[in-house]
């Protein structure tokens, strides 16, 4: 089994440009993912591994070969020091393993749904990868068909919406696009479009989710642009009883799609 001890080794200068740039990642068309959770989701979400390096001091090659039984790839295997380790790695805990992924097609042309009355979170423009990973988490506790990212402003593979996400965004069906593509695919699919806004809208436990619908939520500063909020079926308002007219992206898109799923399960 190789083995990396040195910090200076060019595999090791590659991953950490994997880290730290998006231009790395769309380039090379692969990315980092460390964390044996990670990994794990990443492997059930179909993604294929094309190394995994790991400090054995940390993770053993006993649980090494356990993890490789989850994968239908072949990852070359790499043992490497605890310096390069602690070089490589991106969180403050340490579980010992990271691997290199190869990144799939997130095209619309590319998403099939599979349900006649699909529930689709829509988000426009979203900038944090906290905010991002908090979406692709609430989208995959309340299992919604598909995530839209209309307009993407950051690298979905950024080592910050992988841990924020704890791995969803390796088994949540996502797909990105502008938002005149996104609004021509959900036209095209029959899927009514609830735009979460201020103006012209109904408080969200008094309209229906049990058709196709899409929840759109926009940036908690700027909201949803005009295109979206004429293309809307219906905008939808979470009624607020203190000082502020919004709240966390996240919180309030996670407010909705739940509201959803209680109407879609009497």
Request: aromatic letters at 6%; one cysteine or more; charged letters at 20%.
């Amino acid at each position: 089994m190789k083995e990396i001890t040195s910090t200076q080794n060019s595999l090791i200068k590659q991953l950490l440009l994997l880290q730290e740039k998006s231009r790395n990642r769309k380039k090379e068309g692969i990315f980092v993912i460390e964390g044996t959770r990670e990994i794990t989701l990443a492997i059930k979400g179909g993604y294929t591994l094309q190394r995994i390096l790991f400090q054995q001091d940390i993770f053993s090659e006993a649980q090494l070969k356990s993890l490789l039984l989850e994968t239908k790839s072949s990852p070359e295997c790499i043992c490497i020091s605890k310096e390069v380790y602690e070089k490589l790695t991106y969180r403050s805990s340490t579980e010992g393993v990271i691997a290199v992924a190869v990144a799939k097609s997130h095209s619309l042309s590319d998403l099939h749904l599979k349900k006649t009355k699909p529930l689709i979170l829509v988000a426009e423009a979203p900038e944090k990868p906290g905010n991002i990973g908090a979406l692709l988490r609430t989208a995959d506790a309340a299992g919604v068909d598909a995530v839209l990212i209309a307009n993407p402003k950051t690298d979905l593979y950024n080592p910050n919406i992988i841990r924020s996400s704890v791995g969803c965004v390796f088994t949540t069906t996502i797909a990105m696009g502008t938002t005149t593509e996104i609004i021509d695919f959900l036209r095209d699919q029959g899927i009514n479009i609830f735009c979460a806004a201020l103006s012209a809208s109904k408080p969200y436990t008094e309209v229906s989710f049990n058709q196709g619908v899409a929840i759109v939520v926009g940036t908690e500063d700027e909201g949803l642009t005009e295109e979206w909020l004429s293309n809307s079926n219906q905008n939808i308002i979470i009624p607020m009883q203190g000082v502020i007219d919004s709240m966390n992206v996240s919180v309030a898109a996670a407010i909705l799609v739940f509201e959803a799923k209680r109407q879609r399960s009497m």
